[in-house]
């Protein structure tokens, strides 16, 4: 099959051990970035198959239109970016492993890195070294300190079993039933939402972005914080109500931030109000990007290209574009 791959900006895919499931396959890997539809649609004329990384592009009425030979669209995890109907109407199976059980280590050593980094102060710590000024503040000791998780899910578990390891209380919240899940294992929830944000030193965001969680987590939440503490996002910023973060930085209420994840990606603005602030910490939305963790997610890609080439597709999204034959 015509297999084409979107968006490996560092040309990693065909270095991992995972790239040979595509032996026999017509390949196309682009290394760079468009969503002009013009060039998009030039690139991908041929394509029976289209691979995404992640949700780097968004697929739309408007290119699927001009993809008539587009037969599947393979990707991992949630696809906020894929219309979906728009995927049916053109009869483009959408094929997507949501890993329901599996836990993203590379995420979750990410989060735990920005609240070490952030806690330690290190990247303004190693501007002042290189500045010849030597130290610049005094940091935090993680240990007794509280990290509050919020969404009781497989990052977030693995995160609280990285935090009790440096000797950190942990405390949840989130939703109505995932409190309630946390409770039936045992775990500590705070008795609301109030106490919560208030007496976390660090609060990480763990929640899928979805209609009924965008803006989940207010001004309001985030002014509870106390001046010492840093909220982190390796999620997805939509979570976060707009305008949230500057007010937050305003009033210095959490006194940090340490974020991954923002409403522009990619973000090149260097003036940038919220990446440009002395408080903040930011890293280019690289919590899933390692080689560990791209050879496993494509490898499920791959496993889902050969199944459709071999008249078995799995893991379908809008399964009513695969002909019933039973």
Same mark, same amino acid.
């Given at each position: 099959?015509k297999?084409?791959?979107l968006d490996?900006w ?7 051990a ?7 396959h017509?390949v196309?890997i ?5 969503e ?7 690139r ?12 780097r592009t ?11 030979n587009?037969k ?9 970016h ?10 483009v ?7 329901s059980g599996?836990? *993203?280590?590379?995420?979750?050593e990410?989060?735990f +890195? @920005?609240?070490? =980094?952030? &806690?330690?102060?290190l990247p303004q710590?190693? %501007?002042s ?6 130290q610049?503040?005094?940091g ?6 509280t990290?509050g998780l ?7 578990g ?7 390891a440096?000797?950190?209380n942990?405390?949840?919240w ?12 045992g775990?500590n929830?705070?008795k609301?939402?109030?106490t ?6 660090f609060?990480?965001?763990h929640?899928?972005?979805t ?6 987590i ?8 106390k001046?010492?503490?840093t909220?982190?996002n390796? *999620?997805?910023?939509g979570l976060?109500?707009?305008? +949230? @973060?500057?007010? =937050?930085l &305003?009033a ?5 931030? %340490?974020?991954?994840v923002?409403?522009?990606?990619p ?9 440009s602030?002395?408080?903040?910490i930011?890293?280019?939305?690289i ?6 963790e791209?050879?496993m ?7 889902q ?9 799995i ?5 009513e574009v695969?002909?019933d034959?039973?």
């Amino acid at each position: 099959m015509k297999i084409h791959i979107l968006d490996d900006w560092f040309d990693t895919l065909h270095t991992l051990a995972s790239y040979e499931r595509l032996a026999g396959h017509d390949v196309k890997i682009w290394n760079d970035h468009t969503e002009d539809l013009d060039v998009l649609s030039g690139r991908l004329a041929e394509a029976e198959v289209l691979v995404l990384f992640r949700e780097r592009t968004p697929i739309t009425d408007e290119l699927l239109a001009r993809l008539p030979n587009l037969k599947l669209i393979s990707q991992r995890s949630v696809y906020p970016h894929v219309d979906v109907h728009a995927c049916t109407t053109h009869k483009v199976l959408l094929c997507s492993n949501m890993h329901s059980g599996t836990p *993203s280590i590379a995420a979750s050593e990410l989060t735990f +890195a @920005l609240i070490l =980094a952030s &806690a330690r102060q290190l990247p303004q710590q190693m %501007a002042s070294l290189k500045a010849g000024t030597w130290q610049m503040g005094v940091g935090q000791t993680l240990a007794g300190r509280t990290l509050g998780l919020y969404g009781y899910g497989r990052i977030a578990g693995q995160v609280a079993g990285y935090a009790k390891a440096f000797g950190m209380n942990v405390v949840w919240w989130g939703s109505e039933a995932g409190r309630a899940r946390a409770a039936d294992d045992g775990a500590n929830v705070a008795k609301d939402r109030e106490t919560f944000f208030s007496e976390s030193d660090f609060v990480s965001l763990h929640v899928r972005l979805t209609p009924d969680t965008r803006g989940i987590i207010s001004a309001e939440d985030l002014n509870l914080m106390k001046p010492s503490a840093t909220l982190v996002n390796t *999620s997805r910023s939509g979570l976060i109500a707009p305008g +949230a @973060l500057e007010k =937050a930085l &305003a009033a210095g209420r959490p006194g940090r931030l %340490a974020l991954d994840v923002f409403d522009q990606e990619p973000l090149t603005d260097i003036n940038d109000p919220v990446i440009s602030h002395a408080s903040v910490i930011s890293t280019p939305h690289i919590g899933y990007v390692t080689e560990d963790e791209l050879d496993m997610q494509f490898a499920d890609i791959y496993d889902q290209i050969n199944a459709y080439a071999d008249g078995k597709p799995i893991h379908m999204i809008n399964p009513e574009v695969w002909p019933d034959e039973s």
